[in-house]
């Protein structure tokens, strides 16, 4: 069976993804075939069109996001049934321990072929039963983003109702969902952005303080002004990283899931004097993305920024490489 | 009544600390007299000395480590009662949250006069009964340093038995008590030093790896192999924490105290993607010392380095600015 996918031949950026028709997967033992009406895009897409990430193996059909139905299921593959509408985990053998990802752990749509395609092939126990009450565009928003930032927000970062979050740099997928998820717990939202527009659908999304970091050099400042905060999460890393630091309440944390603008130069004394923690993170474990499945069902809507055909993909991807989203982008299929 | 003390009339290193007889303290309401019969020196005193502390007023009584036995008591304190055998806990006001220190928190010895001095006037709650089957030398030796590795070690670093920690720069009081309650706690212990003759001393207290950063310029990498490394406890900053970042096992965790050779850069990617956490900490609170003080009951003894009267005190603190010793500088009153 023939079927379209967005593949990648070659290193170059965005627009080396080329739509074709390729043989569709078959499910392997414990695996399950879904056929994907909808998928996401992630910056992770874009650094693999442009080399920047490790062991990358070509051609390969990219993407780690998606939603449809159950399609086929390999040999000894339970749940879900065949035709119920599911959502997939894109974080394969995270493994036993719920601190961090074991040596096995990988990420689908690299080495894995992933999701940009009609169908997909993932072990049965990445595929979830979808909540109710989502569009198979917002069951696609969810995946990995929503993973990412369930953990940060929570599992790491710890916030609590009626404390107070700095989301730095918002517009991407996963401070997007910080935001939601924020807002849903409780908490007070300060977001930063260099776009006022960005900023103004942060305040429709409810971020109770908003700074545009661009016209307001003293960001950092203007921010601890207004907290005081108890949880920075932060995926730009540099000098923004640093000021975010020292912005934070004594006692806070600051969880951190990239690193954009490079390494960062940080005073032990702010750190140590003020009992900080600094926590890395990455993704999330099976019971991240069950949790955040469950709070997503309680109640939470995912922001989408546009929606694209899959033939569109370049198009799409060239967007989030220009960083002109606020919220996901999506692939229909 | 007059007494003798140890008092810094001005800044210009240890030198300038000068014994004197000088009015003995009265304990305020809610205050203990405490009789010093041993004092301890700490970093924190030798950098008083050298104006490197926020803060500093003139002249004072330095020294934050005591014991002794309870002397009189001021109105409305009670507990212990006069003569018994007692320690002091430094940390003054630490405040309601045992995740971080309060706003009026400080430390004995600098603004409030400290116990270099036949008599220190402190509040009721941090005079402790003394643990049983200890010298007043060794009761003196816990208080800074025990209290600070305790809450390294445990409260912040989490070890566990069957653990292994990384103790970077062995010999000062702190790390000294971080391998001592590491070995108690049944945990493995890697220790660094530059001193061939201080990593034979941890091997004695139970070291199970040392490693010379003198003699050994890739003493991370050495470290890393003898691991994984679940807990780094640092105070020494700069490149030597980068380096101690990256050689903690992924998931693992990261505790400072001090930063003595000043900023560290960091690559944010080396700490999300690892899941690494990065903590903070400095002093500790009143259930840190309460804990502290039924370790030590439960069978750890202090390392002394050596033991001065306190008219040499010029000559012991420069032993500390020298960082010769292994272990904690005594002073007998």
Redesign the interface.
Known sequence: MLMRAARLHEIGGPERLTVESIEAPQPGPGEVLVAVRAAALNHRDVFITQGLYPNITLPRTLGSDGAGEVAALGEGASAPVVGAACVIDPMLEWGD?P???GPRAAILGMPRDGTFAQYVAVPAENVYAAPRGLSVEELAALPLAGLTAYRATFT?GGLQAGETVLITGIGGGVQTFVLLFAKHAGARVIATSGSDAKLARARELGADVTINYRTDEQWYKTARAAGPIDLVVDSS?GAS?ARAVGAVR??GRVV????TT????????S????????????MGSPQDFRAMLDLVAAGVRPAIDRTFPLNDIATAAQRMQDAEQFGKIILTI
Chains 1, 2 share one sequence.
């Open positions: 321990d601190a961090v990802w790491r890393g990283l004594p006692g951190i899931y990239g690193g490079g390494d960062v130069t940080l005073k032990p004394f750190i140590f004097w003020q009992h900080l923690d600094i926590r890395g993170t990455s």
